[in-house]
Structure formats: C-alpha cells, structure tokens
Nanobody, 118 residues
Framework: VQLQASGGGLVQAGESLRLSCVAS????????MGWYRQAPGKQRESVAT???????NYADSVKGRCTISRDNAKNAVYLQMDSLKPEDTAVYYC?????????????WGQGTQVTVSS
C-alpha cells in the first residue's frame, strides 16, 4: 500500500486547509485510516482516525475544528482543518491499517507540512 499525502501549506491563524491522502489500493480493503502529526521537538501524535465503516475519532486538541472523511470511490481520505492555530504547525502524515487476525500492517504516507502563522 502506498499513500500520497498533499494539501499542506502556509496559512494564517484562523484559516483552513484540506489535506488529502490517496492510496494505491482500494481503501475499502483497509480497516482504518487517519492522520498523525509531528511538530519539531515533539512526539508524533494522532490527529484523527476513520474506520472502514466511517466512524471517526479526533484528538481533543482538534475536536470541533477538524473533520476526517473518506471517499472509497477515489481511494482517498481527507482532513478538513478549520480555525487553524499556530500550535497546529507540524508535518502531517496519513496512515492506513490493515488487520489480519491478531496482527496488523501499518502503512505511512510521506508527510505534508502545515505551517500556521500568528
């Protein structure tokens, strides 16, 4: 599974960005997809996840400001980020999880930089 992330950029606080992650396979075969982010000097943290059934979860820091969605026809997952804050500045990585019995395989995209200026 290859993941291509895009949509990052430099914006001002309060503005919006939409990140895209396109998979090389049908995402209907993927159990869970989502986004992590890593800011300079910090550990990578989960931002949002979405299951194959469409159930979404969000980090407390982005709840109410971000919406994750998936389009099976386009093999893509999106992260709509509104009311961006400087603390949202990070490299954002999309990932995909496939579950196999008791195990799973995780695949990562290359990351896209989001920079929010105050």
């Amino acid at each position: 599974v290859q993941l291509q992330a895009s949509g990052g950029g430099l914006v001002q606080a309060g503005e919006s960005l939409r990140l895209s992650c396109v998979a090389s396979v049908r995402i209907s075969s993927i159990n869970e997809m989502g986004w992590y982010r890593q800011a300079p000097g910090k550990q990578r943290e989960s931002v949002a996840t979405i299951t194959g059934g469409g159930s979404a979860n969000y980090a407390d820091s982005v709840k109410g400001r971000c919406t994750i969605s998936r389009d099976n026809a386009k093999n893509a997952v999106y992260l709509q980020m509104d009311s961006l804050k400087p603390e949202d500045t990070a490299v954002y990585y999309c990932y995909a999880d496939r579950f196999y019995g008791l195990g799973r395989s995780t695949y990562w995209g290359q990351g896209t930089q989001v920079t929010v200026s105050s």
